[in-house]
């Protein structure tokens, strides 16, 4: 009977873990969409909403860590069971990372100061933010239901995020060769492109705890990468 206790009550710790990740995850895909959305719409309110917003993920995260801690020094779980809190853990971390990284776009809304607006570059950006946002979602569906084939699928897709950011660094680039007065507003998109894709990189992150959850190993393989997003790599394409 004991065992049996101490069984449901490690149960019972491993569901408040999950429920943290599922909590932390959806507050980090609304962060995502709507300091796009701010930014597309040059809506300063919505900016400053998501700048706020990210110290309730911070909370969740020492949340999650104190009771992965606690969970660790009651259970003293082994094998598959240690995996599982230490795969919370890093999911935590990389979630944390995703709405430092909405939050940094958010306030580059607030600095925004020029009519600039070109669709074809907001589109880009707008699609990215899209794929991103499935990817994460994806993930998180796999990391709740131990999905190592779906958080493979994650895995393997970074390189299409990759692609478009650096056909859309091309296109700002080319932007402020031809008007230096785009030059300010097109800097900002870059790094909010390069916000996203680094979001998209924590997706994969996730993707890779998954595997080693269920599996105990790390992916072999190289992880895919087509990154050619800085300055440089750009103007040379």
Known sequence: MAFEHTAKAFDGDL????????????????????????????????????VAADAEIDKLQRDLESHAVLTIARRQPMAVDLRQIVGAMRTATDLERIGDLAKNNAKRVMQLDSDFNPLQLIRGLEHMTDLVATQLKSVLDAYAAHDVPA???????????????????????????EDPRNIS????????????????????????????????????????????TTFAAALNK
């Open 15 to 50: 569901q408040e873990l999950t429920r943290l990740v599922a909590e932390m995850g959806g507050l980090a895909e609304r962060q995502i969409m709507e300091s796009v959305d701010a930014l597309v719409r040059r809506d300063a309110a919505t900016a400053s909403r998501v």
């Open 151 to 177: 958080a493979m699928a994650v895995w393997k897709g970074d390189e299409e995020v990759d692609a478009i950011c650096t056909s859309l660094f091309r296109e700002l680039l080319t932007y402020m060769l």
């Open 185 to 228: 507003f097109c800097i900002h998109l870059m790094f909010c492109a390069k916000n996203i894709e680094r979001i998209g990189d924590h997706a994969t992150n996730i993707a890779e705890t998954v595997v080693y959850m269920v599996e105990g190993q790390p992916i072999s393989d190289k992880r895919p990468k087509a990154d050619q």
